[in-house]
């Protein structure tokens, strides 16, 4: 009887009813998509990288070097010598190691040196592998594998010759163009980095750069006719005699190329087999054996004192970088209660305008024998219907808005969207909404039941 009543009564009103609802159906939008986009950037943050123990670079803070070896923000403090990579992936923990190069882009994209292993180990989401949309790995030196919103943005089609431009802006006045790419694969979308990167063989980094047209054994070979068979055979000497002080894990490491030879440490397909130097490098991923050895061996290379490099935990640094940003965090949600607040306020103008017009309603229900709790009931009842339809109208806004825009989002700034979930949050700002309308409605209440008892029947 008493929702009855509650509901007749907001029925008289339509149009301010309407509105109100409106309001907070507003503040409700504003307060959800907040709450729900500031899960979706955390939840792409840690989506980036997954499966990836311990990250090495040169010497430099955690959070640099997680910004640029993943996110491709900044740039590395120096480089990591390819004789390091080298070692850290004939360790008998490593399980696979990944060399990563940066410093030079194509239209503002970050191109990205490597080997086959990335496309083999590196994880994103939830223990994710990458998938090829169209084509495949390099396998030639001057072969090249694309990004989703690098192929969407630039539309380029498999085989599409490309020059890469030296440096990280998008204006760049020095381009590689003795050193042309053809594009021989195109990623599928991962709502990561990796959709927005340009992949190459790590040796073509380094040829780029040198003015080399040929692979590096076939220069070594040059030069060994040439004369110079002396120098490379020192060269030889020395590199074995590192081998046989590290034979376990060199037999270890060859076993497992030929188990897998697309991962092999040295780019094979370009024939770059037995070149020593190799090309310098930005970072190093690596994954281990076992998980329990992750600080070992993080301690090890933090600790080594012939290479002096870093080794971070890519979750360690990733909470270490949401904490920075956990003030922002707050604000925002700061600014959405305030607005939640705001059409609660608009909510109490509009039952208090309303008294008026309903003293002589309040006032029949009173000679009919409703008591002082069935008064502020009936107020409450209306307040509490107003709130809770603001909060399922402000859901289905938001879920419309996603729906509408996701694409969008994650064209223009990489972020992966997806519709707004049952959670806790969400159930906890709408009995925040709840619990504010009836509080608020108590003045409303009490001031009709007061107003009707000294008004009686009488019309004003």
Request: aromatic share 8%; charged share 15%.
């Amino acid at each position: 009887m008493l929702t009855k009543l509650a509901l007749r009564s907001l029925k008289a009103r339509k149009l301010m009813v309407g509105l109100t609802i409106f309001s907070i159906a507003v503040s409700m939008f504003v307060l959800f998509s907040v709450e729900h986009l500031r899960n979706e950037v955390r939840a792409n943050f840690e989506r980036a990288v997954s499966g990836v123990d311990i990250i090495a670079g040169a010497r430099t803070n955690q959070l640099n070097l997680l910004l640029y070896s993943v996110f491709h923000i900044g740039n590395p403090s120096s480089n990591v010598s390819w004789q390091t990579y080298q070692q850290l992936s004939q360790n008998k923990a490593v399980k696979w190691a990944i060399p990563i190069s940066l410093g030079d882009s194509h239209e503002g994209f970050p191109v990205v040196g490597t080997t086959k292993a990335f496309f083999n180990h590196f994880k994103y989401a939830d223990q994710h592998a990458i998938q090829f949309k169209h084509g495949g790995m390099f396998d030639g030196l001057q072969e090249m594998v694309i990004g989703s919103e690098v192929a969407k943005a630039l539309e380029y089609p498999l085989g599409h010759q490309v020059v890469l431009a030296h440096g990280t802006g998008k204006v760049s006045f020095t381009k590689h163009k003795q050193f042309p790419f053809q594009v021989v694969g195109i990623l599928t979308v991962t709502g990561t980095p990796v959709d927005q990167s340009v992949y190459v063989p790590v040796t073509a980094i380094d040829a780029m750069h040198t003015g080399m047209t040929t692979s590096p054994l076939r220069q070594h070979k040059e030069r060994t006719v040439a004369g110079e068979h002396e120098h490379e055979f020192t060269q030889h000497a020395q590199y074995i005699e590192h081998s046989h002080q590290a034979s376990s894990e060199q037999e270890r490491s060859i076993d497992e190329k030929q188990a897998h030879p697309n991962d092999s440490v040295h780019f094979e397909d370009s024939e770059n087999s037995g070149y020593a130097n190799g090309p310098a490098l930005s970072a190093i991923f690596l994954g281990l054996n076992n998980k329990i050895s992750t600080l070992q061996i993080q301690r090890a290379i933090n600790t080594d004192q012939e290479a002096p490099l870093s080794a971070i935990l890519p979750g360690v640094a990733l909470a270490q970088l949401w904490g920075i940003m956990a003030g922002v965090e707050t604000s925002l949600s700061l600014v959405s209660v305030l607005i939640l607040l705001a059409a609660m306020l608009g909510m109490l103008t509009m039952l208090l305008a309303s008294m008026h017009e309903r003293q002589r309603e309040i006032a029949v229900l009173r000679a009919l024998g409703a008591n002082a709790s069935v008064i502020v009931l009936m107020m409450e009842c209306e307040a509490l219907f107003l709130a809770f339809s603001g909060c399922i109208l402000g859901y289905m806004m938001t879920n419309i808005g996603i729906a509408l825009f996701a694409d969008l989002i994650q064209s223009q700034f990489g972020l992966v969207i997806n519709p707004l979930p049952y959670s806790d949050a969400i159930i906890g700002y709408t009995l925040l909404g709840l619990g504010l309308s009836a509080l608020l409605a108590l003045g409303p209440a009490l001031s009709a039941y007061k107003s009707a008892l000294n008004s009686g029947l009488s019309v004003r």
